[in-house]
C-alpha cells in the first residue's frame, strides 16, 4: 500500500515501543520496574476528579464551542498570565484534547513547504513529527550537556536566518529536564525579532520545577507576546494525562485559524473535562506543591545514584521529571544498553537516541515512581553495569 508523503516520516513513540517489551516480559513472569513512561505516578487529585464526575451527572456532556468553554478560558488567562507576569485575554486562549494539538495546529497554520524550523536535539519526537507533516524542513539545535541541557547557542546563530518561520523551545525540557536560562532566552528572543520568526514555547513543565527556581517564559520578555505561542496543560502539573486537556496562547489572529483546524478535526474538548480544568486551576494548590517536593527528592536520590555508578555521569535537572545519564564511556549504543537494561535488570528506560540524534550516548529515565521502585531499580542498574 502506498501512503501520502506526508505520513511517511512518522514513526511510533520511544516510550511504547519499549512499555510493550516491557509488558511481554511481565507477561512471562518478569517483575519491571517502569521508568519510560513520562507520566505522574500520583492519582489525579480527588477534588479535581470530583469535580469531573459531578459535571457528568449534571449533564455537562455536550459539545461546547471548539476553542473551549468561556470560563475555562478565563481561568487560564488568569493564572497563565499571572505565573508568567503577562498579561493575557480569554480570546488569546484555545483549550485542547491534551498539549498535542496546540503543538500541532499552530504548525500547520504557520509553516508552508520549506520554511525552516528550529527544534530541539534530543526533544519530544512530535517536534520532528508535526514539522514534516507541515512539509517544512526540520533543523535541529543540539541542547549540550557542558551548558546543563540549554540550547548550544554558537549552534543556534549559525542555523537562524531569514528562512527561519518558527523556532521551538521546551524549557523544563523532556527528555533533558534541563531548564533554559533567561540570558539564552534574551539571545533567542533578539534572533527571533531579527529574523522575523515565531516562537512555540513548549512550557508543559512549568510548574515542575526545583530548588526553588523560577523558569522564565519567552513571552514574557519584551516584544515577544505577539510572536509567541505558549504550549501549557493540565497533563503533567494535575497529573491528569488520560483526561486530556491542554491549551495554547497565542495572537488573537493566530488563534482564530488554530480553532477553525479545531473545528474541522477534534471538533471542540470533552466539556465535564473543562469543568475539572476550571477547579484544578480555581481549587486548593497545595497538593501540586507537595508532588513538587516529593518528586524533588525523587530526582536527588536518582541522580546522586547514578552519579555513584562508575562509568555513568548524570547532570541534576532543575525541571519535570525526567534524567538523561551519559553512559557513553560504556561502548554500547543507547539502544543496546536500554535493551541489555530491560532484559538483565527488568529495568524500562529509553535510549537517548529516541529523541533525536544527539541523544545517543544517554539514557531517558522517568523518576516519577516510588522511591523504593527507584531505589531498586540502581541497585539492578548497578549490578549489570558492573558486569558489563
Ligand atoms: N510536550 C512535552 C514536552 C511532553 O513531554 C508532552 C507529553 O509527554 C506533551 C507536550 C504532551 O502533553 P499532553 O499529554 O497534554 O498532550
Not at 306 to 313: A, E, K
Request: with cysteine.
Amino acid at each position: 500500500m502506498s501512503f501520502a508523503q506526508r505520513t511517511r516520516h512518522l514513526r511510533p513513540e520511544g516510550a511504547y515501543q519499549v512499555l510493550a517489551r516491557a509488558q511481554a516480559l511481565e507477561a512471562s513472569g518478569q517483575k519491571i520496574i517502569h521508568l519510560e513512561i513520562g507520566q505522574p505516578d500520583f492519582e489525579t487529585f480527588a477534588n479535581i476528579r470530583q469535580a469531573g464526575i459531578d459535571a457528568i451527572n449534571a449533564g455537562y456532556t455536550r459539545y461546547t464551542p471548539p476553542a473551549g468553554m468561556d470560563a475555562l478560558r478565563q481561568a487560564i488567562a488568569a493564572d497563565a498570565g499571572h505565573r508568567r507576569g503577562i498579561n493575557i485575554r480569554p480570546d488569546q486562549v484555545v483549550v485542547s484534547p491534551g498539549a498535542k494539538p496546540n503543538l500541532f495546529f499552530p504548525v500547520l497554520a504557520l509553516v508552508e513547504p520549506g520554511d525552516e524550523v528550529i527544534y530541539p536535539d534530543p526533544g519530544f519526537p512530535t517536534y520532528a513529527a508535526m514539522i514534516g507533516v507541515a512539509g517544512g524542513i526540520p533543523v535541529p539545535v543540539p541542547l549540550s550537556e557542558a551548558n546543563r541541557f540549554s540550547f548550544d547557542l554558537q549552534a543556534f546563530n549559525q542555523r537562524v536566518n531569514d528562512r527561519t518561520r518558527l523556532i521551538i523551545l521546551n524549557s523544563p525540557s523532556n527528555p533533558t529536564g534541563g531548564v533554559i536560562p533567561v540570558s539564552d532566552l534574551e539571545q533567542i528572543a533578539s534572533a527571533a525579532q531579527r529574523h522575523h520568526c515565531w516562537i512555540l514555547s513548549d512550557e508543559i513543565y512549568a510548574r515542575l520545577v526545583y530548588d526553588q527556581l523560577s523558569v522564565p517564559s519567552i513571552a514574557a520578555l519584551p516584544g515577544m507576546l505577539e510572536r509567541t505561542i505558549i504550549v501549557d496543560g493540565f497533563s503533567k502539573t494535575y497529573a491528569m494525562t488520560g483526561w486530556r486537556l491542554g491549551f495554547g496562547i497565542m495572537p488573537t489572529e493566530l488563534a482564530e485559524v488554530v480553532q477553525l483546524l479545531l473545528t474541522h478535526s477534534v471538533g471542540c474538548t470533552a466539556q465535564f473535562v473543562q469543568i475539572a480544568g476550571i477547579e484544578a486551576l480555581t481549587g486548593p494548590q497545595e497538593q501540586v506543591n507537595q508532588v513538587l517536593h516529593e518528586y524533588q527528592r525523587r530526582r536527588d536520590v536518582i541522580v546522586d545514584g547514578l552519579n555513584s555508578i562508575p562509568g555513568v555521569t548524570c547532570q541534576r535537572p532543575q525541571g519535570a521529571f525526567y534524567v538523561f545519564p551519559n553512559i557513553s564511556s560504556f561502548g554500547y549504543t543507547s539502544t543496546e544498553l536500554a535493551e541489555l537494561l530491560l532484559d538483565r535488570a527488568g529495568v524500562a528506560v529509553l535510549p537517548g537516541s529516541a529523541f533525536g540524534d544527539k541523544g545517543e550516548g544517554y539514557l531517558r529515565l522517568v523518576y516519577s515512581n516510588s522511591l523504593e521502585n527507584i531505589e531498586q531499580a540502581l541497585e539492578r542498574i548497578r549490578q549489570v553495569l558492573r558486569e558489563l
